[in-house]
């Protein structure tokens, strides 16, 4: 069973930044590590992804305001956010996907607001 902790998030002014970070631990198989999130009212959508080959996808809406990092060894990954606008308003969720066995698993989810 693979438990997810995360860390991070919380409240920032328009502009600011901040750092979301994941821990896997109980499968050496993630072949994927990502970071989701879901505002209110709204279908949870992806963030940015990295994989265990070490190709990183980052959503239109953030790119070049986000940054994703993976470390395969360790089954960490980080989410830098830069210049944040209020839209980014969400619950940020840890995903992996574990190759393997083909299973997904989600953090509990961290709170993300930017508002002045």
């Known amino acids: 069973q693979v438990q997810l902790v995360e860390s991070g998030g919380g409240s920032v002014q328009p502009g600011g930044s901040l750092r979301l970070s994941c821990a896997a631990s109980?499968?050496?198989?993630?072949?994927?590590m990502a970071w989701y999130r879901q505002a209110p009212g709204k279908q949870r959508e992806l963030v940015a992804s990295?994989?265990?080959?070490?190709?990183?996808n980052v959503a239109g809406s953030v790119k070049g305001r986000f940054a994703i990092s993976g470390d395969n060894a360790k089954n960490t990954v980080s989410l830098q956010m830069n210049s944040l606008k209020p839209e980014d308003t969400a619950v940020y969720y840890c995903?992996?996907?574990?190759?393997?066995?083909?299973?997904?698993?989600w953090g509990q989810g961290t709170q993300v607001t930017v508002s002045s």
């Open positions: 109980g499968s050496n198989s993630i072949n994927i």
């Open positions: 990295t994989t265990s080959g070490g190709s990183t």
């Open positions: 995903y992996v996907f574990e190759n393997f066995y083909g299973k997904t698993y």
